[in-house]
């Protein structure tokens, strides 16, 4: 059963273009083609990524915390046996009743309540450090990997004459820098699709669960295709962007606001350069239009490029917050948030929570110069002060 299946799967019309055999692609006088097999690597290679990162999170991205001032600071909530309870079991979020039959349960008031509630939410959120460690991290990888995808592809002729990318394929050997150019970025792509449980878990969690699993898949397959030449433009066209939008996270953990918002700006600048107009009209053009000069269609072809659509579809829904943030930041000159994570709704709930102590102090104030008490009563003669 398995073998049927198996030898139903790598047929070569799903592969290859017509009249191309596998036998075609064979090593052969010091030539080395690309192997399904080769792809095995990049499991271990995610773990050993996955152990790199934890120390490089102890050693590197800790101490440089420290010396922005980050600290692993969590405030935890006082303990209350009923509170703790409806916590747990009813709602993270009480209803205005629920508040008040709480603050009834517990002898407190109805404001002492919803700061237990904020404080037990805050709690349980992911702190400050460690959003910069995975962001100190993700930057690390994609300076490394981008300054390693110039240094591979610089002098290939294919990144300057877009004809070159299929000339001669599907017989294109493969390259020892290409090789691990793939293995790397694969690898990376496999260890944050396994750490996604115990990352941050952000506003766009099941968008970047496509983005990784339809980023395997594309290398994967075009791994296998042997569509490496067009792969390697598509992965250095990602990379480039990622690094400033990286750095811009660790800047707003610092809490170094205006370098935060420089860094969006040029983040955003190349991501809307790179993927909304060199990846659709470049590298689209290359992968849709060029091999047509070359090849009559065939399945590997039409897959190759449904897989790169999806990719702009999500290119354009990261695209449209990008610009959203932007007119933001120009009309209200402030970035509330770069970081795609729901760190900001304690912040937001804390600051709300002062609008309401403010306004009740304001309305008491008035009260008292009107001869009112906090609940609009007349207050006798000679007792504002009690």
């Not at 139903?8 to 090593?27: A, H, I």
């Not at 440089?64 to 703790?84: D, H, M, Y």
């Not at 983005?211 to 295709?225: E, G, T």
């Not at 009209?281 to 047509?292: E, S």
Request: glycine fraction near 4%; include cysteine.
């Amino acid at each position: 059963m398995f073998q049927t299946f198996k030898e139903w799967f790598w047929l070569e019309r799903f592969w290859l273009p017509p009249k191309v055999k596998w036998s075609d692609l064979e090593d052969h006088d010091g030539l080395v083609f690309v192997k399904p097999s080769h792809l095995y690597m990049t499991i271990p290679c995610a773990f050993g990524l996955l152990i790199v990162r934890h120390f490089f999170e102890k050693f590197i991205a800790t101490p440089l915390a420290k010396a922005f001032g980050i600290k692993e600071e969590i405030q935890k909530a006082i303990p209350n046996t009923i509170l703790e309870n409806f916590f747990k079991h009813s709602s993270r979020h009480p209803s205005q009743t629920d508040i008040y039959g709480l603050a009834k349960k517990c002898n407190l008031t109805e404001r002492q309540v919803e700061r237990w509630f904020r404080s037990r939410r805050n709690q349980d959120r992911p702190c400050r450090l460690k959003k910069f460690q995975e962001a100190c991290w993700r930057f690390a990888f994609y300076l490394m990997i981008t300054i390693a995808g110039v240094a591979f592809l610089y002098d290939k002729p294919w990144v300057y004459d877009l004809w070159e990318v299929w000339n001669g394929y599907p017989r294109q050997p493969l390259l020892p820098s290409q090789y691990w150019y793939y293995i790397l970025e694969m690898s990376f792509y496999w260890s944050l699709l396994f750490s996604l449980g115990s990352d941050v878990k952000r506003k766009d969690f099941f968008a970047h669960v496509i983005h990784h699993l339809a980023a395997i898949s594309l290398m994967s397959f075009s791994w296998c295709a042997n569509y490496i030449r067009s792969g390697t433009l598509v992965m250095i066209v990602h990379d480039v962007a990622d690094i400033w939008l990286e750095s811009a996270k660790m800047f707003s953990y610092a809490g170094w606001k205006q370098t935060c918002n420089t860094l969006f700006f040029i983040f955003s600048a190349i991501f809307l350069i790179s993927r909304l107009i060199i990846f659709p009209f470049w590298i689209l053009h290359c992968t849709l239009v060029v091999p047509m000069i070359y090849l009559e269609p065939f399945f590997s072809y039409i897959f190759l490029n449904l897989q790169l659509m999806v990719l702009q579809i999500l290119h354009l829904y990261w695209g449209y917050f990008i610009l959203k943030m932007l007119k933001r930041c120009i009309f209200l000159k402030n970035i509330q948030d770069v970081r795609s994570d729901d760190e900001d709704e304690y912040e937001e709930e804390e600051h709300e929570e002062e609008e309401k102590e403010e306004a009740t102090k304001g309305k008491e104030k008035d009260c008292v110069k009107n001869g009112l008490g906090a609940d609009r009563h007349l207050i006798p003669n000679g007792q504002h002060g009690r």
